[in-house]
T-cell receptor, first 113, second 117 residues
């Protein structure tokens, strides 16, 4: 009964380092999403993937890349981390039918020094 | 683009009392979904309740209910018989039905709810 699993849960990076956040879901969902959450703001969409092999930019894509490795996995990469990318990152997935909601992972707290 | 506004950054309520959290949104679409998510200190995003815009009847889930006013673009959450476990950040979210595959959520900035014992 895992749902959406994100790794790692916490990470500290130095400016300029690279990092990949991993996300996997076991619910056979087609759509997957990456959001960031900053203090005083709601979650904002970074990238999404409607299906295996497709990805598209969301609201705040600059500084990030994504890979939809297969139907289960959707990774988020920071090539050269910047302090402005300090945030909590959430992965979510959803089946593409009607009223079904997005299911969220537990988040990754990322600090860039 | 759609926007979601939560005008109450913080609210507090006495245990066992009722509290209402406000949410307004702006959209030109006629069909969409609205959600309330709860985020406790554990950081999980937990779905509380959902509402389809085409339904006139307000959604209810046990102690949680909404007041959906489509013409006013208002979607408030009422929590009855507040419990200590209800303490959390609550987010209102909007989802369009028009972009198949990118049914992204647009979130408000959240309301932090404190329960007073």
């Amino acid at each position: 009964n895992a749902g959406v699993t994100q790794t790692p849960k916490f990470q500290v990076l130095k400016t300029g380092q690279s990092m990949t956040l991993q996300c996997a879901q076991d619910m056979n969902h087609n759509s997957m999403y990456w959001y960031r959450q900053d203090p005083g703001m709601g979650l904002r969409l970074i990238y999404y993937s409607a299906s295996e092999g497709t990805t598209d930019k969301g609201e705040v894509p600059n500084g990030y890349n994504v890979s939809r490795l297969n139907k289960r996995e959707f990774s988020l990469r920071l090539e050269s981390a910047a302090p402005s990318q300090t945030s909590v990152y959430f992965c979510a997935s959803r089946v593409q039918t009607g009223r079904q909601p997005q299911h969220f992972g537990d988040g990754t707290r990322l600090s860039i020094l | 683009a759609q926007t979601v506004t939560q005008s109450q950054p913080e609210m507090s309520v006495q245990e066992a009392e009722t509290v209402t959290l406000s949410c307004t949104y702006d959209t030109s679409e006629s069909d969409y979904y609205l959600f309330w998510y709860k985020q406790p200190p554990s950081r999980q995003m937990i779905l509380v309740i959902r509402q389809e815009a085409y339904k006139q009847q307000n959604a209810t889930e046990n102690r949680f209910s909404v007041n959906f006013q489509k013409a006013a673009k208002s979607f408030s959450l009422k929590i009855s018989d507040s419990q200590l476990g209800d303490a959390a950040m609550y987010f209102c979210a909007y989802r369009s039905t028009s972009n198949f595959g990118n049914e992204k959520l647009t979130f408000g900035t959240g309301t932090r709810l404190t329960i007073i014992p």
